[in-house]
């Protein structure tokens, strides 16, 4: 080519590329590799015998939308989902919710009870489940299930910790235990919790039951969310409403890719493993903005509302099933437990046996309004009402005679207008047993004589802190704590870390307590250095976002380096003459309350030597 054309096609290229910066053009990622949903791994038959690994992953908001068909997308925002759905058994929940109320969905499928069943608007985490539950947490604790929840959100939001201890989950990681550098947008990324998912697997020889929610793709959708969007949306919208759809088609494909790395990992391990993705409801989309100006619906008043707004995409993978056991399903929340144990050949309980039952026979429980269109059986439906109300009174029965919180769930085996048996033990020493699991060989409720004695014996279940190190990097400040709130309290918020029956395993928050292997530097100068600062880095684990340095009980500025090591700049009154400091990590949560404390590492401060 010319001297002259290659000059002039390198000052057009220039000049477009300028062009380009200059108007936002942000040019796409590298794109991911075909989704790998194929399976790695042979199985012995002694191997298809080991009870499978359970993993429910409730991915906030996650709704396909590209079935809305007046949009287009300059890439599928989730080909992980779209590929699966076409090998493996996947369908749709009726979700109780629209826009927001996660909670009331993960309790549906948790427990099996229906929010039908409950006051409207009302959250059962937050009125109801006040003493231990009956749940698939509790059932497969006690048969020998590590049981573990994961939210990076607050441990108190809808009363978490304690509601998670309730339904037999023995440890629970909530944001306060995710890092600083995981953030996306304004909220945990999903990557990020896949990876404390397979973290718990890996850790644990035996089978795990894991229920972990996300939060990258949570309200709200409007254009900036994210840093960067590279989802292209078109259609006959406004362009503040195309935006709209823009940030959610972004987090979606955020959801997608994590849904990619937790199959892609599973597909080579050998361990036997199930995982349910859902979707716990749709998107707001902001008042309703995309659905209308897109022609999705026409309004609240759409004819076709229920159908189109409260359906949620469900998909379920197995790296051993057959594939022949493929499926479609349309179900309601409450019926997906009962179902995923059944999938799992894992026993049941006289409520999950029922729930299965009705389940052939009504597989959705939409709205009274819908009976008479959707051809519901009122009978069949009054006997679910019946048998819910009279499980949870019979649990707060049995909380009440134990005059403490530390009772079992009970598992009623009603039929018609009776109670035939409970499940769980009182662990009777005040402490805080977990759902339907209670000391090993204690089957008594004090409500009602034991139906399903066998399932109330505990697994091994989890061990406190194991205190190690990751090489996350990046760093983040946090603020020292109010200094009017508990958190000079040298004591652990029992509140948050429970405590355990003997052959109970006990309820854990997190990583437990945080560690402290050692100080540099191991000694601090009077005054500082020249200019009277004094630095200092703790090393240990596992550190996060609410892991804070005390210095002789005061919080201290914290800067997170890994979950490995904080650093903080010493006040220099805390070194103006020669004494020893008292060094601890606690781990604090928004409220600045403790949620747990490491041991007390002292570190001497010297007089300079001349």
Not at 391 to 396: F, G, M, R, T
Request: aromatic share 10%.
């Amino acid at each position: 080519m010319p001297l002259f054309l290659r000059l002039t096609a390198l000052t057009c290229g220039l000049f477009l590329l300028i062009l380009l910066q200059a108007s936002g053009y942000i040019p796409p990622p590298v794109p991911l590799p075909p989704p790998e949903i194929e399976i790695q791994t042979e199985w012995s038959p002694e191997e298809l015998q080991k009870p499978p690994n359970i993993i429910i992953l409730l991915s906030e908001a996650f709704w396909d939308i590209t079935q809305i068909k007046s949009l287009q997308f300059s890439e599928d925002p989730a080909p992980m989902f779209h590929a699966l759905q076409e090998k493996f058994t996947h369908g749709t929940l009726l979700s109780p919710m629209f826009g927001g109320g996660t909670a009331n969905v993960e309790l549906e499928v948790l427990t099996g009870h229906s929010m039908r069943f409950f006051p409207e608007d009302s959250t059962p985490y937050e009125q109801y489940i006040k003493q231990p539950t009956a749940s698939l947490a509790s059932l497969l604790a006690g048969q020998g299930y590590k049981t573990t929840a994961i939210s990076p959100f607050y441990h108190w939001f809808f009363n978490s910790s304690e509601v998670y201890k309730h339904l037999g989950f023995s440890r629970f990681i909530s944001l306060e235990y995710f890092n600083p550098d995981e953030y996306v947008g304004p909220y945990i990324g999903d990557h990020a919790v896949v990876r404390r998912i397979i973290e718990e697997t890996e850790r644990n020889p035996g089978p795990d039951f894991i229920f972990a929610n996300t939060m990258e793709n949570h309200y709200h959708y409007w254009p900036g969310k994210f840093k960067k969007n590279h989802i292209e949306v078109k259609g006959n919208m406004s362009n503040a409403v195309t935006g709209i759809a823009e940030t959610y088609a972004q987090g979606l494909s955020g959801a997608d890719r994590a849904l990619q790395e937790l199959i892609m990992h599973f597909s080579r391990v050998k361990e036997p493993t199930i995982i349910v993705f859902f979707g716990d409801h749709l998107p707001s989309l902001e008042k309703l903005l995309v659905y209308k100006e897109s022609k999705y619906i026409s309004g609240e008043d759409d004819p076709d509302f229920l159908e189109k707004m409260h359906n949620t995409p469900v998909v379920v993978w197995s790296n051993y099933l057959p594939k022949e056991a493929k499926e479609e399903l349309h179900m309601s929340p409450s019926f997906l437990g009962p179902y995923i144990l059944n999938l799992a050949k894992r026993p049941g309980s006289p409520y999950t046996d029922f729930l299965s039952d009705l389940y052939r026979k009504m597989p959705v429980l939409p709205p009274k309004t819908y009976y008479e269109a959707m051809n519901i059986d009122v009978n069949l439906v009054q006997q679910y009402e019946d048998r819910q109300k009279a499980i949870l009174e019979l649990e707060k029965q049995a909380a009440a005679s134990s005059g403490s919180s530390s009772v079992a769930g009970v598992d009623a085996a009603a039929s018609g207008d009776g109670v035939a048996g409970s499940d769980g033990a009182d662990s009777g020493d005040g402490s805080s047993a977990t759902g339907m699991t209670g000391a090993a060989g204690s089957s008594t409720s004090g409500a009602a004589s034991g139906s399903d004695a066998s399932y109330a014996t505990v697994g091994n279940g989890a061990t406190g802190g194991d205190g190690s190190s990751a090489t996350a990097t990046g760093s983040s400040t946090r603020g020292a704590a109010d200094s009017s709130s508990d958190a000079s309290n040298s004591s652990v918020d029992t509140g948050a870390t429970g405590g355990a029956t003997k052959g109970t395993p006990p309820f854990i928050l997190g990583y437990g307590e945080p560690l402290i292997e050692r100080v540099s530097p191991d000694t601090l100068t009077v005054g500082g250095d020249v200019f009277g600062r004094s630095q200092l880095t703790v090393h240990g684990g596992r550190y996060g976002l609410g892991s804070t340095v005390f210095i002789n009980g005061e919080p201290q500025q914290t800067t997170w380096q890994s979950e490995s090591s904080l650093s903080v700049n010493l006040p220099k009154a805390l070194t103006t003459s020669a004494a020893t400091l008292d060094f601890q990590v606690r781990v604090l949560d928004s409220k600045n309350r403790v949620l747990a404390a490491s041991r007390i590492v002292k570190v001497p401060v010297l007089e300079k030597k001349h």
